[in-house]
């Protein structure tokens, strides 16, 4: 990435401090994600999209999500502290991973872990904006690489790597409802150029039903000797 970004503005700070203190009392939530990927290598490009959606009970510590890609739908579940990624065919089945203990269990989910980007980043004040009829205020953030890294979710973003010394620019956005304080739509922006190659790529979620009656259910096949080193196949 090129030069420093500037400070941060004092109104965006305060902006996602108070968004940060009204999520933490969150107790379930829902959430749709959608990403669009384009690559060229100068001669050829492709376009893959992937969308999905999930819920989130923080009570219980579960969570689900549903993601589509290329013709394949892949279910992944967290209970607990051990994360569950349904593994695409021929091979079928689930790779098991641990939850970090090392923070908060709400930030391995894809609310938190936005507001997680917004405070280890330089943050802006973007003034109000109008999302599906409604009055909002924006936020817009310039996250490092390595903020990215740490904190992007590969089981809601279709597997996607980034590798740390070919993040040339990204940019993050965060809409407010400024009477609740809770986040209504995140948007990450991310441009990548390795070895002549570049990519785009842009992750959108919406967040509703705050507090609503969240019932994640996990299907017992979910346990079922996962499989410990990731799916068979995967990069």
């Known amino acids: 990435m090129g030069d420093s970004p500037p400070p941060s503005d004092e109104r965006a700070v305060a902006a996602v401090e108070e968004a940060n203190s009204t ?9 749709e994600m959608d990403m669009h ?3 060229s290598d100068g001669e050829q490009s492709r376009t893959v999209r992937v969308d999905g959606e999930g ?13 589509r890609t290329r013709g394949q739908t892949v279910k992944s579940y967290i209970d607990g502290y051990r994360a569950y990624q349904g593994c695409q065919d021929p091979w ?9 203990r090392s923070e908060p269990w709400a930030t391995a989910t894809p609310l938190h872990r936005q507001l997680l980007l917004f405070e280890r980043s330089n943050v802006y004040w973007q003034g109000n904006e109008t999302r599906d009829g ?3 205020v924006l936020a817009t953030a310039s996250p490092s690489a390595e903020t990215i890294e740490s904190l992007i979710d590969r089981r809601q973003a279709g597997g996607m790597d980034l590798n740390r010394g070919s993040l040339e620019n990204a940019t993050a956005r965060l809409w407010l409802d400024p009477e609740t304080n809770r986040p209504v739509q995140s948007e990450l922006d991310i441009e990548i150029s390795q070895r002549g190659a570049t990519a785009t790529a842009t992750i959108t979620v919406q967040y509703t039903d705050y507090d609503e009656p969240t019932s994640v ?12 080193l990731g799916c068979p196949g995967a990069s």
């Open 134 to 136: 409604n009055r909002t």
């Open 37 to 39: 990927v384009t690559a």
């Open 92 to 100: 079928g089945g689930y790779a098991v991973e641990n939850v970090s």
């Open 55 to 67: 819920a989130v009970n923080v009570s219980t510590r579960r969570m689900q999500a549903t993601t």
């Open 217 to 228: 259910s996990i299907p017992q096949g979910v346990y079922k000797d996962p499989y410990e």
């Open 23 to 31: 999520v933490a009392a969150v107790e379930a939530y829902r959430f």
